[in-house]
């Protein structure tokens, strides 16, 4: 039980890194708690454009020490979830 709670906790730490990156690196006017995790990062979710994709990919090499790659899946952009799922995964890779 104590590994399912680690893989929790690891969780709960990536969402809450990437709320806290993105709110900083993107001037988004809300607190951390405020963002749901399945708030989708574009269209009526956070509103964020390509420029903020950009910084998106340059907070995961800084924040996380990811690259992306172009053989990626790109919808690991669609929320906060997925951002997450792509790090974790990327990370245990």
């Known amino acids: 039980m104590t590994h399912v709670n680690e893989k929790i ?10 709320k806290t990156e993105i709110i900083q690196r993107l ?4 607190e951390e708690h405020q963002i749901d995790d ?3 990062l574009f ?4 509103k964020l ?3 903020d994709a950009t910084e ?3 907070m995961l090499d800084k924040a996380f020490n990811i690259q992306v790659e172009e053989s990626d899946d790109p919808s690991y952009m669609r929320s906060i979830n997925s951002l997450a799922s792509f790090i974790i995964h ?4």
């Open 9 to 18: 906790d690891e969780r709960k730490a990536v969402l809450f890194t990437i």
């Open 56 to 58: 998106i990919i340059v």
């Open 43 to 46: 269209g009526n979710g956070l």
């Open 90 to 93: 990327k990370k245990t890779a």
């Open 49 to 51: 454009d390509s420029v």
């Open 38 to 40: 399945d708030t989708p």
């Open 27 to 30: 001037n988004i006017q809300r």
